[in-house]
């Protein structure tokens, strides 16, 4: 074995997974390093639950192998896995005390009474509940339950953590604070964790390492900025990134090395790679990426507005047309529906996808 395939914590080799008939998962190849925190995101029903369950053990496989440190585990039982998952229902135990939630494994494992002790004493350091030990989960907040169902994990030592949507159930303030809580813990333990979210913010904020997953199959993985910087398909395109891509079709000039997109008045846009002219392509432009200028400018594509979205911070911008495009400009921008403005596109921001395939063709 190699040196990189023995620091290999978690693998997925060639696993595939039917429901009957149904092919839930296709293929999947992914290697996590120790210490590495993974996320798994893609739309509803894109297999990513299915993919963290046959970790830990509640799936069987159809074919494939899964190893956990090293090991085989296909055929291993789930408590013999040595992994801890964190869900979002937190599954505390009501009428236990927090410290009794936190050290139950470790009473079923006959672990003397002062080890327990001294172990809940350091773990609610860690997650910082110190002071909350002897209330019943229904004393405590929705965060604070959340991490207890962290301690109670972590607690055991394992050599993952598997987290299925845990904050989902939480409002938008406190998810964005668990979040960061939870990365800032995985640090602080030195711990390789596995996440399962729909939500790309959440997986591009808190992820080394980002596996986009849509019908049973891996579309992409990488670095999050690796993903928003080159996708590899409309798909991964349009699903990293918030609001979402444009997509505007558009055609390969004379001479191969510049574009023409749909839009009227679109000027040409040079390409970074000379294709073959009169080629048709989608291009991809980030509505982050659209600079405003004065609808004279020379260079600039002239876009009327349908409506207009102020969220205070950013106000985003409507623009008529088939498709229509999304705009983000700054909050301090004045603007009506109506209004004709210039936008800019700069080449460098241009990303180009094959129109059958929705494979990118040159990642920008
Ligand atoms: P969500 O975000 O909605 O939870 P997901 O990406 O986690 O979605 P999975 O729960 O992994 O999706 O399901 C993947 C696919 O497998 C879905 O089409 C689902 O209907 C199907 N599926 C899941 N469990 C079963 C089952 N026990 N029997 C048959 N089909 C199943």
Known sequence: MNEKKQNMQIEFIDVDKYYGSFHALKGINIAIPKGQFVALVGPSGCGKSTLLRSLAGLEDISSGTINVGGSRVNDMPPRKRDLAMVFQSYALYPHMNVRDNLTYALRLKKVSKEERARKADEVAAIIGLEDLLDRKPKELSGGQRQRVAMGRAIIREPQAFLFDEPLSNLDASLRVRMRKEIRALHER???????????????????????????????????????????????????????????????????????????????????????????????GLRPEHLGLVDVNTKGSVPITLSAVEATGSVTFLFAKGSPEMVVVADGNLKANPGDVLGVKIAPENVHLFDPETELSIVNS
């Open 189 to 283: 333990i030195g711990s390789t964790s596995v996440y399962v979210t729909h939500d790309q913010v959440e997986a591009m904020t808190m992820a080394d390492h980002v596996v986009v997953m849509r019908a049973g199959v891996i579309e992409q993985q990488g670095p999050p900025l690796d993903l928003y910087e080159h996708p590899a398909n409309c798909f991964v395109a349009g699903f990293i990134g918030s609001p979402a891509m444009n997509f505007v079709p558009g055609t390969i000039d004379a001479g191969g090395q510049s574009v023409t997109l749909q839009l009227d008045g679109s000027p040409k846009i040079a390409i970074a790679h000379k294709l073959e002219p009169g080629r048709s392509v989608l291009a």
